[in-house]
């Protein structure tokens, strides 16, 4: 197929050819075979490249410059908010063939992968030195390292680990120039001038393309223990997470909420329900606590349940005792996708709030949503510990009109920053975030991105179209 | 004092005064009382300005701007390589008035702080709700936060909780053309676009000046226990370390070592000895335990010696059983100045390695030394869990030549990036350590490091001289 007319110079082609082999590029047909992920749009390229090493990369980032062509960086193609997507007249970079996990040392407890290793290879490489990475998402069969670093990913134990950005040791990347910034350390402690390795992270693919890093690896408890709770109030499920927090035995994994309307419509689905447990609790809550001894960590649990019921009598609880209950019980919050079953016209959100505003927010979300359109409610999930709210719609037969997104956004997005939250907690701003972005965030941050985006990339051919939109002028830098 | 010469404009200090008020600012003598903390030349500047607001720090760096007089922010003055040192003609700013806790909500364990705000104050504010910043370091009641986020401070807790950067969750800064940069999220998930505040935290105020943030708070077990370890390998310290880390009750809190020298000398100084725990080994570890039961911590530190002496049957072990038992092990740590007793011109070093390499690297560091000057050695001691060493050496009258300390940073910093490691683990580069950051860093990082200080701070008027040096071509950048 190479050097056909694409969209691509022939001899840009050619010259991918020399660089990496013509068997590692795809187009026409053999890129209508790929699996385009979470976005259809995800291969609207004229070409797909698997490089197998850095140089590699280095050495199509300098072609991508030569001939003018823009770049789209992609890994498991997972990405909810369009980060991948690519058009035309594009080049996608893939990851595929940088999979290697390079470097596993029990003793240091850091990882040195690719950027393609999948989060479920690196966490099966690391289980068997009783380590794991410390972050966790359901995506982990397919996402990779570099694209979770690419938008900061969260997952279930944010909370208490932090999110990828916190995880990453030490980065690798080839800059838009097509030089590589190398600051592959190994070490928590680095303070050697600016940590230019935090603007790589998060960046979408933006500002260049990680290819390698060292990720923080953490011991794994031998045993955990999982209980679903249910509450008639938020503050009683976040009396019930500190006191997860100061478990007596074991430490706190989880900590993953699941709303009423949202816990119901998943237990109807997957046929749940347990003996004395209500359903018309206001807020459910799964609490996972890891330690040495399974026993002495579902005596805990059970002792956290009693000491609640001392403040919240009506909490409901159900103890998982054996796999199999465990399973289920994460199953509810885990594939919130149900949700599509009956609502396939379901937008979703991704928000992050302090603890003290949850409540609040949910509150004033569900009145406000019920304003925008008659009956509009929302399905809201997810991980309370560290306030990352998800939201789905009771969307069914029609999308929502452009006109009443514009107002489920201004419900859900108006004054979140306000609040000290996000509008975007752990799925980025990709290419359909952007002008939510632009409504919500600092003046002075969006000129100092434009401003570094621009002196970084001054060809706008690193995912253009991604984060930033380089046509509004960063002319609100000097109001502050 | 105001207005007369002394560097700076007569007009530019009635507008400060105006700005702020003239008993805010000091000149001559009412510098001179104050303390310049732990270097003698953080004092020169021509004037030092206090302002309470962030409001009022912008208008002084406006100031700043229009008479182009170069700025020195300053904290607790707890600097160890000159980061905050002034010269005429300069402005201190100093963040002592901006101290305020300004919130602290135990539900959504996140403090709101000023950047004068002391490690100390906070914590002892965050301990009323049993909650700790979680980062900790002895000069605890003079840092400050915002100092302690422009070093990117580390301290004792890093392996568990990462270090300063880790812990702040939003951020407030002035940047050098006085506009004021604002993202005080109080959430750990936030993707909102490029998280540019990861370039003010280790700049050193070379890229603006922090005056709030959003810290993250963690809960403080209620108990914890302590207990001093030697050994004769270092491999035997870092098995110690792995068995702390898989505790069956508790979870490590602290892994601080000290090499046999250092050990020695402190303990002689401080007459501290243990029956039946030999002074011979080659390396000695202090464990601290944290959980919700004293004895039951104590219980889990004798099964973590019984267990390694299966494996490592010459180790020795002393658990602390009371509260002056304990200060007394963790003096022999945290005391570390004692070595200028003997040793008063001992140059003090502060790197990082993968704990993978320490024992090699200490191994190669005496033997080094030894080359470079007869009879020189290290006193090494530090932060085992993270890698983090602090190197001393064994100068007493005389101090070092230029040529034996260019000697010493060959043997020090000589390599230390390809294993893995950094020059500057905690203290930061200030003005003392950048050739070290030009001689070990990427060149790639080193000419994206300046080329964003051009691009923030055109006139170089934001902490000159410290951690970059403008004069140096940043020509390295392509050659990647």
Same mark, same amino acid.
């Given at each position: 197929?190479?050097?056909?007319?694409?969209?691509?110079?022939?001899?840009?082609?050619?010259?991918?050819?020399?660089?990496?082999?013509?068997?590692?590029?795809?187009?026409?047909?053999?890129?209508?075979?790929?699996?385009?992920?979470?976005?259809?749009?995800?291969?609207?390229?004229?070409?797909?490249?698997?490089?197998?090493?850095?140089?590699?990369?280095?050495?199509?980032?300098?072609?991508?410059?030569?001939?003018?062509?823009?770049?789209?960086?992609?890994?498991?193609?997972?990405?909810?908010?369009?980060?991948?997507?690519?058009?035309? *007249?594009? $080049?996608? &970079?893939? %990851? +595929?063939?940088?999979?290697?996990?390079?470097?596993?040392? #029990?003793?240091?407890? /850091? =990882?040195?992968?690719?950027?393609?290793?999948?989060?479920?290879?690196?966490?099966?490489?690391?289980?068997?030195?009783?380590?794991?990475?410390?972050?966790?998402?359901?995506?982990?069969?397919?996402?990779?390292?570099?694209?979770?670093?690419?938008?900061?990913?969260?997952?279930?134990?944010?909370?208490?680990?932090?999110?990828?950005?916190?995880?990453?040791?030490?980065?690798?990347?080839?800059?838009?120039?097509?030089?590589?910034?190398?600051?592959?350390?190994?070490?928590?402690?680095?303070?050697?001038?600016?940590?230019?390795?935090?603007?790589?992270?998060?960046?979408? *693919?933006? $500002?260049? &393309?990680? %290819? +390698?890093?060292?990720?923080?690896?953490?011991?794994?408890? #031998?045993?955990?223990? /999982? =209980?679903?709770?249910?509450?008639?109030?938020?503050?009683?499920?976040?009396?019930?997470?500190?006191?997860?927090?100061?478990?007596?035995?074991?430490?706190?994994?989880?900590?993953?909420?699941?709303?009423?309307?949202?816990?119901?419509?998943?237990?109807?689905?997957?046929?749940?329900?347990?003996?004395?447990?209500?359903?018309?609790?206001?807020?459910?809550?799964?609490?996972?606590?890891?330690?040495?001894?399974?026993?002495?960590?579902?005596?805990?649990?059970?002792?956290?349940?009693?000491?609640?019921?001392?403040?919240?009598?009506?909490?409901?609880?159900?103890?998982?005792?054996? $796999?199999?209950?465990?399973?289920?019980?994460?199953?509810?919050?885990?594939?919130?996708?149900?949700?599509?079953?009956?609502?396939?016209?379901?937008?979703?959100?991704?928000?992050?709030?302090?603890?003290?505003?949850?409540?609040?927010?949910?509150?004033?979300?569900?009145?406000?949503?019920?304003?925008?359109?008659?009956?509009?409610?929302?399905?809201?999930?997810?991980?309370?510990?560290?306030?990352?709210?998800?939201?789905?719609?009771?969307?069914?037969?029609?999308?929502?009109?452009?006109?009443?997104?514009?107002?489920?956004?201004?419900?859900?997005?108006?004054?979140?920053?306000?609040?000290?939250?996000?509008?975007?907690?752990?799925?980025?701003?990709?290419?359909?975030?952007?002008?939510?972005?632009?409504?919500?965030?600092?003046?002075?941050?969006?000129?100092?991105?434009?401003?570094?985006?621009?002196?970084?990339?001054?060809?706008?051919?690193?995912?253009?179209?991604?984060?930033?939109?380089?046509?509004?002028?960063?002319?609100?830098?000097?109001?502050?």
């Amino acid at each position: 197929m190479i050097g056909q007319e694409n969209g691509l110079p022939a001899d840009f082609l050619s010259d991918l050819a020399s660089a990496v082999g013509a068997a590692n590029i795809r187009t026409g047909a053999g890129i209508a075979e790929l699996d385009p992920g979470e976005d259809p749009d995800n291969l609207g390229a004229s070409a797909v490249i698997s490089p197998a090493t850095t140089g590699e990369v280095a050495a199509i980032v300098r072609l991508c410059v030569r001939y003018g062509v823009p770049v789209v960086p992609q890994g498991g193609r997972t990405g909810l908010v369009g980060g991948g997507i690519s058009t035309a *007249g594009q $080049l996608v &970079i893939s %990851t +595929r063939r940088l999979n290697r996990i390079e470097r596993l040392d #029990a003793d240091e407890r /850091v =990882a040195v992968v690719e950027a393609g290793c999948t989060l479920q290879a690196l966490q099966e490489a690391a289980l068997a030195h009783r380590l794991e990475p410390g972050i966790d998402l359901p995506a982990r069969g397919s996402a990779t390292i570099g694209g979770m670093i690419s938008t900061n990913a969260g997952g279930i134990m944010a909370f208490r680990n932090g999110v990828m950005r916190h995880r990453i040791l030490g980065l690798e990347a080839v800059l838009p120039d097509g030089s590589i910034y190398s600051d592959l350390t190994r070490v928590v402690k680095n303070s050697a001038g600016y940590d230019l390795k935090h603007l790589l992270i998060g960046a979408e *693919g933006t $500002l260049g &393309i990680v %290819t +390698r890093v060292a990720i923080k690896l953490d011991a794994v408890p #031998a045993a955990h223990a /999982v =209980a679903l709770f249910g509450f008639d109030s938020v503050p009683a499920a976040l009396a019930a997470i500190r006191r997860a927090l100061d478990a007596r035995v074991g430490e706190l994994r989880a900590a993953e909420a699941m709303w009423a309307d949202y816990f119901r419509y998943a237990a109807r689905h997957f046929g749940w329900s347990a003996p004395d447990f209500s359903m018309e609790h206001r807020i459910y809550l799964i609490l996972s606590l890891g330690g040495a001894d399974e026993a002495a960590l579902q005596e805990e649990l059970a002792a956290i349940y009693e000491e609640l019921l001392g403040t919240y009598p009506e909490t409901s609880a159900v103890l998982a005792s054996s $796999l199999a209950q465990e399973q289920a019980i994460w199953r509810l919050r885990e594939e919130s996708a149900v949700i599509y079953v009956d609502y396939p016209n379901s937008p979703s959100f991704d928000v992050s709030l302090p603890l003290s505003q949850v409540d609040d927010y949910v509150r004033a979300s569900i009145a406000g949503l019920a304003g925008v359109s008659p009956g509009l409610a929302p399905f809201v999930f997810g991980h309370l510990g560290d306030g990352n709210l998800h939201i789905m719609l009771n969307r069914a037969e029609d999308a929502l009109t452009a006109d009443d997104i514009a107002g489920v956004e201004a419900v859900l997005y108006g004054g979140i920053r306000q609040r000290g939250g996000s509008f975007s907690a752990e799925h980025g701003v990709g290419s359909k975030r952007i002008h939510a972005l632009y409504a919500t965030a600092d003046p002075v941050k969006l000129g100092l991105m434009q401003a570094i985006k621009a002196m970084v990339d001054p060809g706008d051919l690193m995912n253009p179209g991604k984060v930033i939109d380089p046509s509004r002028l960063p002319e609100t830098k000097h109001s502050g």
